[in-house]
């Protein structure tokens, strides 16, 4: 799917003027329609290189990405999108963390979740924090982490760890391991 976005987008990309007006349409997206959503939302991440010369379109993206999030047939796509915008656009989305921040704080702890797509939100979120103060991405990365670590450490407590929760602390371990790696 992530290399069908990359198609459309490399296609559209040598009609650059285009990809502003293509973007400002996503209000007339038919909502009921997910696969159309779906691959809307992972165009709006293929297009993290363009962002960084038109930063006004960033805000725009977000308002898709974000709320996406909370969807689960959309998560996939916007966690993705979100992590290709952070890795591209860093900077400019340090005034948005706090509200990425919030927007995904449910997502990092939901079982419900594929770890790929906890992970994919985890690294943007940190990708972004690097560029905090290292008093303030402490803080920061400590708030997102501390529900992680609180589950992993109840679940280790139980005498014996029942087999089932072998999985839960291996996906946790996987996406605190994210926050883990930010290199400042």
């Known amino acids: ?7 459309v987008s490399e296609s559209v990309d040598r009609m650059e003027h285009i990809i502003g007006e293509v973007i400002k349409e996503y209000s007339r997206l038919n909502t009921d329609n997910v696969i159309l959503l779906r691959t809307a939302i992972g165009l709006l991440g293929q297009y993290s290189e363009w962002y960084k ?21 959309l998560l996939s796509a916007a966690a ?3 992590n290709d915008i952070a890795n ?5 989305l340090v005034p948005h963390l706090n509200n990425i921040c919030a927007k995904s704080s449910s997502i990092l702890l939901s079982l419900n979740v594929e770890t790929r797509d906890r992970c994919a939100v985890m690294e943007a979120i940190v990708q972004i924090m690097t560029l905090l103060s290292y008093k303030e991405a402490s803080h920061a990365i400590l708030q997102i982490t501390q529900p992680l670590i609180d589950r992993i450490r109840k679940v280790l407590e139980l005498n014996p ?3 089932e929760a072998e999985g839960v602390i291996k996906s946790d371990l996987l996406v ?9």
């Open 80 to 82: 993705h999108s979100l």
């Open 161 to 163: 760890v029942p087999r």
């Open 88 to 92: 591209n656009c860093t900077e400019e």
């Open 1 to 7: 799917v992530r290399d069908a976005f990359k198609a």
């Open 176 to 184: 605190f391991s994210k926050a883990c790696s930010a290199t400042y």
């Open 53 to 73: 010369t038109h930063t006004e379109h960033i805000p725009i993206a977000l308002n898709y990405v974000l709320p996406a999030l909370s969807k689960l047939e």
